[in-house]
């Protein structure tokens, strides 16, 4: 009756501003145009709007009314070449068999965006109330850690990026990542409110509280054939979910301490944010998908039956999607270089962090779908076989760390400054040896920033650019299980067996009537992953 299994949530949802913009891919460095010129580099100098989602403690910095409206315009570019070839079909002869596997490419088009670039903004407004509570300062908007969860994929041809037309020309190499994402698009809304206090000169704290709805929708293959081991795309059902979560939220708590004029040190901690989204499931048999030889049809279950949500149809059915954004904590010390007159000519930060991604609703994503298997006999009778069964979207994930260094340096330009900016940083991989995939960014990345700033009186303008290297990463391993017949293999295990499900070193493919622990061992992943972002920054403030 559940079908835990859907890799549909192959992306990690992530907060942003009434847009689509993702879980999809892992955090990125910065909230906004000067944080992200930093290379994320905030926890200590963030003071503006941008401390909404940087550090709420922060806030308390900003003096009078501020207005900032702030972005960072994202580009994710993936390719993957899988190791190996098609595989010979025994049903039919296709012109394709034996031959290496095309590279695939990401070619999304965000809905909202620019081409491929999509702006994930921040906009906040931050008060002192005019000094009506002394200390006090508070803050509203909606903020978005960067990310790029959109995955629209293609095969490279001579003619060009090509997608592929499930149950078309079956004559055409069906695409080799198919089992781990065909598509999405994602989105977390989240309006937010917070408030900092200065308990001390030289101590102050904050808390922000966000809530608001996401969505997700992501189409992927499934096997609907228990025994699909060479793909055989005619063996294959290919399944779409679109959910909703009218209700996440999410908090964060924040310190700044200034032991020295000179010397700032920050903490923050962002809590987990859980997902439970309720929507559709459609799902497309390919022509020869069966049960022990019967052709196979999806009902909807009945409601006194349903475990997710009632009202489904037979051709739409109703599906929940769980998962989490994980809890992370940064600290951060600043250097601040002064003139004689106490004025800030310049600043450099170090901060480092932690992202829990190795936590089981971050790493292992859910999807219950309340759908019946029925076979169809010789007679045309449909006849109730078995329900869909509760897996796991297994992703391998681990919990991440970082590094950011980053820093400014203002240049008097009349009675107004040039601010410029600049910032390096490294993640450490969240995806285990292994398990890339094509639907989370799971690589280690190396982040390198410049920015731009010009201050006036009563307004900043900023500008920036950037790149987060991914390089060339591989998932080791050319295993390759036949299935039944004579010589089969059935696993990478010692001699040819499967591996326990949990120490498995990549997906496979789902198989929605198997239980969790029974799914076949076959990788589909096995092979090359190259990419990276590309960034520009813009923002905007104004005090009053």
Not at 178 to 200: F, G, H, K, N, T
Request: glycine letters at 12%.
């Amino acid at each position: 009756m559940k079908l835990r299994a859907i890799p549909v949530l192959g992306c990690l949802l992530l907060p942003v501003a009434s847009q689509h913009a993702e879980a999809g891919g892992l955090l990125l460095p910065g909230s906004g145009a000067v944080s992200t010129s930093r290379a994320g580099a905030a926890v200590a100098s963030a003071e503006d709007g941008e401390a909404l989602g940087i550090n709420p403690a922060g806030l308390a910095k900003s003096k009078g009314t501020t207005i900032t409206l702030s972005m960072a315009i994202i580009s994710y570019a993936m390719e993957f070449t899988r190791r190996g070839s098609y595989d010979p079909i025994a049903e039919e002869a296709l012109p394709y068999e034996d031959t290496p596997y095309p590279t695939v490419r990401n070619d999304a088009s965000p809905p909202l965006g620019i081409g491929s670039f999509q702006p994930v903004p921040v906009f906040a407004v931050v008060s002192d109330l005019g000094g009506a509570v002394p200390g006090l300062t508070l803050a509203a908007g909606v903020y978005a850690p960067n990310a790029y969860p959109f995955r629209d994929m293609c095969t490279e041809q001579s003619t060009g990026c090509e997608r592929y037309a499930f149950n078309g020309d079956f004559n055409a190499p069906p695409p080799p990542q198919r089992y781990d994402i065909v598509s999405q698009e994602a989105a977390i809304v989240l309006p937010s409110v917070a408030a900092a206090y200065r308990i001390l000169p030289s101590l102050d704290v904050g808390g922000r509280f966000s809530a608001g709805f996401a969505s997700v929708k992501s189409t992927v293959n499934l096997w609907a054939n228990l025994n699909n081991y060479n793909e055989y795309v005619k063996n294959d059902a290919q399944f779409t979910v679109d959910g909703k979560d009218s209700f996440v939220m999410g908090w964060a708590l924040g310190a700044t301490f200034r032991p020295s004029p000179v010397i700032e040190l920050a903490a923050n901690f962002n809590s987990a944010i859980q997902v439970n989204a309720k929507g559709s499931a459609v799902s497309e048999n390919g022509p020869n998908a069966s049960l022990n030889g019967l052709p196979l049809v999806i009902r909807a279950t009945d409601d006194a039956a349903a475990r997710c949500q009632t009202g489904g149809t037979d051709t739409v059915q109703r599906a929940c999607v769980e998962f989490d954004l994980p809890m992370n904590a940064q600290v951060g010390g600043r250097y601040k270089f002064l003139s004689r007159e106490g004025k800030l000519l310049g600043d450099i930060e170090l901060d480092v962090g932690w992202e829990n991604w190795g936590s089981k609703r971050a790493s292992d994503y859910r999807v219950v779908v309340d759908a019946d298997v029925y076979v169809r006999d010789a007679n045309g009778n449909e006849n109730y076989a078995i329900s869909l069964r509760d897996n796991a979207v297994k992703h391998g994930l681990q919990n991440t760390y970082n590094a950011r260094l980053g820093g400014s340096y203002r240049i008097p330009s009349g009675t107004n400054e040039i601010i410029v900016r600049g910032g390096v940083g490294h993640d450490t991989a969240a995806a285990k040896k292994g398990w890339l995939r094509a639907d989370v960014d799971g690589a280690a990345r190396t982040t390198v920033t410049v920015g731009a700033g010009y201050r006036a009186k009563r307004w900043e303008l900023n500008v920036g650019g950037g790149a987060i290297l991914e390089g060339t990463n591989d998932n080791p391993g050319s295993c390759n299980p036949t299935g039944p017949g004579a010589g089969g293999t059935f696993g990478c295990g010692p001699n040819n067996t499967e591996n326990p499900p949990d120490e498995r070193s990549g997906p496979d493919p789902i198989t929605p009537v198997l239980l969790e622990d029974k799914q076949a061992e076959s990788p589909v992943t096995q092979g090359r992953f190259k990419s990276h972002y590309v960034m520009f920054m813009l923002g905007f403030s104004t005090w009053f």
